[in-house]
Nanobody, 126 residues
Framework: QLQLVESGGGLVQTGGSLRLSCVAS????????MGWFRQAPGKEREFVAA????????YYADSVRRRFTISRDNDKNTGYLQMNNLKPAESAVYYC???????????????????WGQGTQVTVAS
């Protein structure tokens, strides 16, 4: 079972940047698509970005395209989310997860996605 631990969250001003990390334990990370999600208080968890196992192709939610960049280093079993020009409405707990196929992450197909970790809190001050 792949386990993922997120880090890198914090408090940032509007327009600021943060880089989140997702460290995986388990031998299947390099053979899995990985993605980032977020959940704001009182709202459902939503898809943010995902990348295929090689990292050569990615998909983004419309709201973050051209501001966020997902990447991964399979040698380090680590995924990243670079977030630029952050907005207060993007304050949320950010989670990473993995699945066999990227479409499962984009569509948040529960039965194909692994267990959720603790996430990392991102707070964007106005």
């Amino acid at each position: 079972q792949l386990q993922l631990v997120e880090s890198g969250g914090g408090l940032v001003q509007t327009g600021g940047s943060l880089r989140l990390s997702c460290v995986a334990s388990g031998r299947t990370f390099s053979t899995s698509a990985m993605g980032w999600f977020r959940q704001a208080p009182g709202k459902e968890r939503e898809f943010v970005a995902a990348t295929i196992k090689s990292g050569s192709s990615s998909y983004y939610a419309d709201s973050v395209r051209r501001r966020f960049t997902i990447s991964r280093d399979n040698d380090k079993n680590t995924g990243y989310l670079q977030m630029n020009n952050l907005k207060p409405a993007e304050s949320a707990v950010y989670y990473c997860n993995a699945a066999t196929r990227l479409p499962s992450l984009v569509a948040s197909i529960t039965e194909d996605i692994g267990d959720w970790g603790q996430g990392t809190q991102v707070t964007v001050a106005s």
